[in-house]
């Protein structure tokens, strides 16, 4: 399966610089709209629900995240995404700590009944979702992506979207076609909302490359390269944040093509 070119999207995404609309936690909003900027596109991360169908209107792609739930940062989600759907505009949805508690289960049910373009999670995310009984702890995966494999494809056809189950290698699907990106580093476990991050990518890479499963998993290599990059050297959790950044701003299409490790899974 030829799987496109992961320096195109990359540099259809700078030519672009789509608005990415992220209805996105608290922990994450810093790191995810640095992220989106350092990659080339506009982040907007707006949640009151008086205008999020507006920056839909005009945005490239929707980013939703469940991190840090109230009600009525939910009532916008829920808003944002029918506008989206109605509009026809790719959206991704980060399922973060579902399985963790009702509430939360609740609400990633509602939003996956909108039909999300990508579901970007952790195995354990991926699974719950699915209906698999999986013990979680909080927002962290207690299961590999390689153990996420036939949930993932299984939510994709229920749901008919590309689903994206993440960890060492992360796999992607959207129920025929699958994809293994092998990029990344063991430091991104140590610092929040890469996770976040990568999902906003997606969104970016969304807005610019119009196969989910491609765009998927070019936002994912690029995430992953960029990982490997800031791991030089071996620095801290605070130090490899800052370098992951700059090899995101830094990161150019030969050097993607060179380093990305995506294959037929």
Sequence with gaps: MSHGTAAATLARLRERAPLVHNITNYVSMDVAANGLLAVGASPVMAHAAEEVRDFVGIAGALVINIG?????????????????TERGLPWALDPVGVGATPYRNAVARDLVA?????IRGNASEIMALAGQ???TKGVDSTRGADEARDAARALATEVGCTVAATGKVDYV??????????????LMTTVTALGCTATAIVGACLAVEGDALHATAHALAIV?????????GDPGPGTFRVRFMDALHQLDGAALERAARITDA
């Design 114 to 118: 909108r039909r999300p373009t990508v």
């Design 173 to 186: 699907t959207d129920g025929r076609r699958a994809l293994a990106v092998a990029n990344g580093h063991p």
């Design 224 to 232: 992953g390269v960029c990982g490997e990059r800031g791991a030089e």
């Design 133 to 135: 009984a999986v013990r």
């Design 68 to 84: 840090t739930l109230s009600r009525e940062w939910v009532a916008a989600m829920l808003l944002a995404a029918d506008a989206a």
